[in-house]
């Protein structure tokens, strides 16, 4: 999908606001709890939402000057930043994600208009420019969810949950170890089909549901699946 970016960026603003809502409510006994993500604290996770505005900072900057510029200096280095940054205190922790969201801003207002066509490199490969905006909106509300701090994916909006759904689906489509599926959503005959319909169960469902339920972050509990109610084991999705 290649939305115009700037539609999304009062998106990205409310999601930023509501995530640093919920980051200034932890101290340092909070910070400290295990997230959703396997090994990660809280900590690691606000560390690491900090440093993805930096790194689409030098993404945006890249496609506005056409200079080769890396998201991330190295995996190596992208590691170590958030595991240094995970135990920092906590006015540390909010003042670091209010002032990396205000850089990521300043760099989207930045842009003129024909540096959205660039193309720019990121860890997993070449990326249109158009959908840096979107790939931190889908950062800051999947990790908001992953802070375990009662922001669940029924408060992803309508129109993010749809959105989520088609490229997840899109992603999984592509993959050799995903499980044949059609996904029914929102009580319509819309569909997504992933493989082989004539061997995939029919998965039904919110749209935001079914995404939660493949991006990991739902059990799928409230979806329905014929014909025989179990649920198949997507791979992880990243």
Do not use: C, K
């Amino acid at each position: 999908m290649t939305t115009d970016p700037l539609l999304l960026t009062g998106d990205v603003d409310d999601a930023t606001t509501r995530l640093i809502r919920t980051a200034a409510r932890f101290d340092a006994a909070d910070l400290a709890q295990p997230s959703l993500l396997p090994g990660w604290t809280r900590g690691h996770v606000l560390a690491h939402l900090s440093r993805n505005a930096d790194a689409l900072v030098n993404a945006l900057t890249s496609a506005r000057t056409g200079e080769l510029i890396p998201m991330y200096a190295s995996t190596e280095s992208r590691t170590a930043d958030i595991a240094a940054g995970a135990p920092r205190p906590p006015e540390e922790q909010l003042d670091d994600l209010r002032r990396s969201a205000d850089r990521y801003a300043e760099a989207v207002a930045a842009m003129p208009a024909p540096a959205w066509a660039a193309t720019v490199q990121t860890r997993r490969g070449p990326l249109p420019a158009s959908l840096l905006v979107w790939r931190r909106l889908r950062e800051v509300e999947i990790h908001h969810v992953d802070l375990a701090a009662d922001y669940r994916p029924r408060d992803w909006s309508p129109a993010f949950g749809h959105r989520l759904l088609h490229e997840v689906a899109t992603d999984l489509a592509a993959r050799d170890d995903a499980p044949a599926l059609v996904l029914r959503f929102d009580g319509t005959s819309h569909e997504l089909v992933i493989g082989d319909r004539a061997q995939a169960p029919v998965v039904s469902g919110p749209a935001v549901e079914i995404a939660a339920w493949l991006t990991g972050r739902s059990p799928g509990a409230t979806l329905t699946v014929t014909p025989d109610g179990q649920l198949p084991h997507p791979p992880e999705w990243i």
